[in-house]
């Protein structure tokens, strides 16, 4: 079936799956109970995908914020989103390595320079308090 073909390619998000198969044109009360066959099977699995997915966007440089919104896209559930999340434990250090690769070593001491860092970090998905430790205590974001 399209949903095995599909699945033997990547892994995906069960709501994610479910869209994909309405848009080819199966019945809606057809793709809810291949989901639920594939979900009983272990084929699919939405912890699974969400930890790869953490995983994956965490080594590019992607903050939490960023990663949870695209997860609540694919319609991944807010419980599985935390506890993916939380399998990093410190999103901060994720933030001043995002910086220090993009930026370089040396902390900004313009304001103009740390608005641009900020605003590139935040852009990627990193709190404020996950920017404030990447740049440094001083600055102060309206965000």
Known sequence: MAAVAFLARR?????????????????????????????ARR?????????????????RGQGPLRIRR?????????ATIDDALATVPD?????????????GAPAPSA?????????????RGFSNDHIRSALGTDLELDT
């Open 11 to 39: 892994d995906y998000a069960s709501g994610e799956l479910a869209a994909k198969l309405r848009e080819r044109g199966y019945e809606s009360e057809v793709v809810r109970a291949l989901i639920a066959d594939l979900a």
């Open 43 to 59: 084929l699919l699995d939405d912890a699974r995908y969400a930890g790869h997915f953490v995983a994956y966007h965490r080594a």
């Open 70 to 78: 695209e997860l609540e896209a694919f319609g991944v559930a807010a």
């Open 91 to 103: 999103w901060a250090a994720v933030a001043r390595d995002v910086r220090r690769r993009r930026f």
């Open 111 to 123: 304001w103009a320079e740390k608005g641009r860092q900020a605003r590139f970090l935040q852009y």
